[in-house]
């Protein structure tokens, strides 16, 4: 972002200078340095402490540098959040200390928001930082030449994230099929065993949209890693990949693939960028390969690693990449590794810009080779900004138990909450070979213990930007839980078909996050600030503006294996650690859980339809098939066909699935789907309306056109109380009354 600008009266008062402009007065105290915001109307937001900005000096490697400390005073009872994902099981950021370094499964940004007073504040620093608030003060702390921050009014939460998003980018579409469900698994051998398994979907009838190839495709010399992220195919397992990547395409799927920053000993990339001294000097993953990071600072070094990319995989005809370990890992870490120099200092100085940097090279690269394929990167880190270049951020190897999947939940929303919209993790958990009768004998996943759990957190992930089943020890396809008829399948079956027909409305939410900066997950206090009870609820959420997620994340049926597993563990597979697997279970009973619905609205059970008032705790009873779901009143929730991917069918013929009890408003977002013109103008928009009182709906006229798109349609408006009535459209307004 440019500086814009803004008109500022300036003043003094009381021996401060005052800076006014039409939205914020900011008071400064030239003696001790204190800074304090307000609203034009006077009322309080933030202070930066008097005295509060400290430098102590600092030698960065040889350069003089300083330890910056930012300190700031909050109200007692101010909730915040943001600080990125910390898998700690929180949600209100007030009283945590956060050593503020990226690594598999914790990101951070130095930032952090108030939505009950309506402004945010980003730290603008790379380096590794501290994060501290006590009763005392809230403080950044990090390594720099200055104190150097931005503070962001919005007014409410969707407002500050459209302040972070003006400041560091705006979330670009990502194509249509990237809502669909993705198969991955650690790790598939061979080109044909990926594409068998994408051909049994098909064969059962079960919706996908892509396969995910995972680690070690490249060639394995002398079973050595010394070609590690070669950019290139082992010949034997992999002997034809544009065929494999054709073949796909072919049964009307996409392909994923996974791509390293480090790279071994005996490639290409290693050789050609450590002759120009850009190599990052220390080991990263795998164990004992030699395997370094290369120097994603340096613009030609990120042209280099292109280079490889694009003609070694890009131009094969790939459509997705899976940009791993972009912290980056750091093995045998020593504090003199932090010394090393990169193209824009000390890695110590940069370090936590690492993820940002690496996706942006290979988005940037890819935008400037074709516009035809919107770019989609799955990337295990992330940084503030990092929204702007294609990038889902998944939780990393997270263990498969149900502390683990409670504490996506949190992680998810605070990660969102700083304005990058696309999240994900391992459908299932990562670590999972504690369920197996023996390490990988593939038991877990007739294992009940481990079939609760993959499919409570697959009804997470079906609300979820991302909805990607992966992880190691265990199969994870749906045939390998069972078959139809039986409960487990029948439940894995059921959500990946309702993610289907909520693509229309997932769709049009994506538009309105890259076009109106919203966000997917959505915290409740992001909708209903004003309701006291749902600052610090850590297990629901908002799927877009209309449906309550509430995810039941304790076990019911088995009991809960307490396994603690970190990422060491699970890759010991000698010495893992077992859970039960003898346990009966039926399946089929009926349970039940406590579910707090938002004050100030109306909500309808999405299942059942049930009317509830808000502000209250109700008992829900479920089934191991049904995720409790609450759609808020006025909500007119498009619903699409049945589909086996994406783009299988228009949608012609859409059920408009409309909530009474208040007035509501929707918009039908539709575009080509899978390129970038929809930047210049190429896409239709539908607004809906609701109006309560006169129950009636109007279908407005649509706006815009592009090549292709559907000039009549049909829908079927469907109320609550199961009264339908169907609609001819012709992109000319129309009302139906009820």
Same mark, same amino acid.
């Given at each position: ?360 090279? *290979? ?34 190897? *997270? ?88 409960? *487990? ?39 209903? *600030? ?209």
């Amino acid at each position: 972002k440019s500086p814009e600008t803004v008109k500022v009266d300036f003043s003094e008062e009381a021996g401060q200078t005052v800076l006014k402009s039409s939205i914020l007065k900011v008071l400064v105290n030239p003696a001790t340095g204190g800074i304090s915001f307000h609203t034009i109307a006077g009322n309080e937001l933030l202070k930066d402490k008097d005295y509060g900005t400290s430098f102590a000096d600092k030698n960065d490697a040889g350069t003089p540098s300083y330890q910056v400390r930012g300190s700031f005073l909050l109200d007692k009872d101010e909730p915040i959040y943001g600080v990125g994902q910390v898998m700690d099981g929180k949600f209100n950021r007030r009283n945590s200390m956060h050593h503020m370094q990226n690594e598999n499964m914790f990101t951070y940004s130095p930032y952090f928001m108030s939505p009950v007073k309506g402004y945010a504040v980003y730290w603008d620093n790379y380096s590794i930082s501290e994060f501290m608030d006590t009763p005392q003060e809230l403080a950044f702390q990090s390594l720099g030449h200055c104190a150097d921050y931005y503070f962001m009014y919005g007014g409410n939460a969707d407002g500050i994230i459209a302040q972070v998003r003006d400041l560091t980018g705006h979330s670009p579409m990502l194509p249509l099929w990237t809502y669909g469900f993705f198969q991955s698994k650690e790790r598939y051998h061979t080109q044909e065993e990926s594409l068998n398994v994408l051909k049994k979907y098909r064969e059962l009838q079960i919706p996908i949209d892509c396969m995910i190839q995972d680690w070690r495709y490249w060639p394995e010399y002398q079973k050595t890693d010394s070609a590690w992220n070669s950019h290139s195919f082992d010949p034997e397992r992999f002997p034809n990949p544009k065929k494999w990547a054709d073949e796909i395409h072919k049964l009307n799927a996409k392909l994923m693939i996974v791509a390293w920053p480090g790279f071994g000993t005996h490639t290409e990339q290693r050789k050609e960028l450590n002759a120009k001294g850009m190599i990052i000097n220390f080991d990263t993953w795998p164990p004992q390969s030699g395997a370094r990071p290369y120097d994603v600072y340096n613009p030609e070094a990120r042209d280099i690693y292109w280079k490889y990319l694009n003609d070694g995989i890009f131009k094969l005809g790939m459509d997705a990449w899976w940009m791993d370990s972009t912290e980056p890992d750091h093995l045998d870490w020593k504090p003199e590794d932090m010394d090393t120099k990169t193209y824009l200092g000390s890695f110590r100085k940069v370090r936590n810009a690492y993820p940002l940097m690496t996706v942006g090279g *290979v988005y940037d690269h890819q935008r400037a080779v074709t516009s035809d394929k919107r770019v989609f990167i799955l990337t295990r880190s992330g940084f503030l900004g990092q929204q702007r270049y294609g990038a889902n951020v998944w939780s990393g190897d *997270v263990a498969s138990t149900w502390e683990s999947f409670r504490n996506q939940i949190p992680a998810g929303l605070n990660f969102s909450l700083c304005g990058m919209p696309h999240w994900n993790s391992d459908i299932g958990g990562f670590f999972a070979g504690h369920y197996n009768k023996s390490w990988n004998d593939d038991s877990a996943s007739k294992n009940p213990l481990y079939q609760e759990l993959y499919v409570r957190w697959l009804q997470f992930g079906t609300f979820n930007p991302m909805m990607r089943s992966h992880g190691t020890d265990v199969y994870r396809e749906i045939y390998k839980f069972g078959k139809k008829g039986e409960p *487990v399948y029948d439940a894995i079956e059921k959500m990946i078909g309702l993610r289907y027909s909520l693509l229309p409305y997932i769709y049009s939410t994506s538009w309105e996050v890259s076009n109106r900066q919203s966000s997917f997950m959505r915290a409740l206090m992001m909708d209903f *600030v004003d309701d006291r009870k749902v600052w610090d609820i850590n297990d629901e959420y908002m799927f877009g503006k209309s449906i309550l997620v509430a995810p039941i994340a304790h076990a019911q049926y088995t009991p809960e294996a307490v396994v603690k597993v970190s990422e060491e563990e699970g890759w010991n597979r000698d010495g893992v650690k077992k859970a039960k697997t003898d346990v009966a279970v039926d399946f089929m009973e009926t349970k039940s859980t406590n579910i707090y619905l938002p004050a100030g609205t109306l909500w309808y059970d999405f299942w059942t339809n049930e009317k509830h008032e808000g502000g209250k705790e109700i008992t829900k009873e479920t089934t191991l098939d049904v995720i409790p779901l609450y759609v808020k009143a006025g909500s007119i929730i498009p619903v699409g066909p049945q589909v086996q991917y994406a783009t299988e069918k228009p949608w012609d013929h859409l059920e408009l699935k409309v909530y009474a009890g208040a007035n509501g408003n929707f918009i039908l977002y539709e575009d080509e789907f899978d390129n970038y013109n929809y930047e210049k103008g190429a896409y239709t928009e539908i607004p809906i309306s609701w109006n309560n009182a006169s129950r009636k709906l109007t279908i407005g006229a649509r706006k815009g056109a592009y090549e292709g798109m559907l000039k009549n349609r049909k829908f079927a408006v469907t109320l609550q109380d199961g009264t339908q009535k169907n609609v001819d459209y012709n992109g000319k307004a129309i009302s139906v009354r009820f």
